[in-house]
């Protein structure tokens, strides 16, 4: 589990294809501090168990399941990712709960400037549309947001200085897919409405 509040900003340091899948190299200092072969680690939001680690990095294979269905596959050498570890019993929950796994793509579409502030406008896909809500909680690459407005194939998020500077986010241009996880309290309910 994590927070959606990102910890550093890694580079993709290699991608090395592998027969069904493929193995990934991020380069990251602060993450590596603490991290063990075989703990999660959130990238650009999705869940992946950290291999190899060592001071200046980890290692990381990525099922065809989670190529097919997140960003990672497009990611190339010198790519800035977002990397959040998961959570421990004392870590403050700043954001809100986020499992790691993608609940598909969207479209990054623009980002205005409003002095040191950002309006990001997000295309996502119908079948998700039902799961947001104005002032819900939403996973973009990995990062816990406010969904500021809200219209049938869009959203907005206003996004403050620091999570601008400590994110992938600046580094987005127009048609960029990004990985969406919706609020995993959001589908429990819709679960047990249904079961009634």
């Known amino acids: 589990m994590f927070t959606g509040l990102i910890e550093e900003l890694g580079t993709i340091a290699a991608v090395e294809p592998l027969a069904e899948g493929q193995r990934i190299r991020v380069a990251a200092e602060l993450t590596t501090s603490d991290l063990n072969n075989g703990d999660s680690i959130a990238v650009n939001g999705v869940c ?6 060592d001071p200046g990095g980890f290692f990381a294979d990525v099922s065809p399941e989670t190529l097919q269905r997140t960003t990672i596959g497009s990611l190339s050498t010198g790519s800035r990712v977002n990397l959040e570890r998961s959570v421990t019993p004392t870590t403050r929950l700043g954001g809100h709960i986020v499992q ?51 219209d049938e194939a ?4 206003a996004v403050i200085p620091k999570t601008w500077e400590m994110t992938n986010l600046s580094t987005l241009k127009p048609n960029d897919d990004v990985n969406l ?16």
Do not use: C, N
């Open 100 to 150: 790691g796994h993608v609940d598909g793509r969207g479209k990054f579409l623009s980002a205005e400037s409003q002095g040191d502030f950002w309006t990001v406008t997000i295309g996502f896909p119908e079948q998700l549309a039902r799961y947001f809500v104005h002032k819900g909680s939403i996973a973009i690459e990995g990062i816990s947001l406010t969904i500021a407005r809200l």
């Open 48 to 53: 992946l168990t950290a291999m190899g680690v």
């Open 154 to 157: 869009e959203l907005q998020i």
């Open 181 to 196: 996880e919706v609020d995993v309290i959001a589908k429990y309910v819709e679960r047990m409405m249904a079961a009634r």
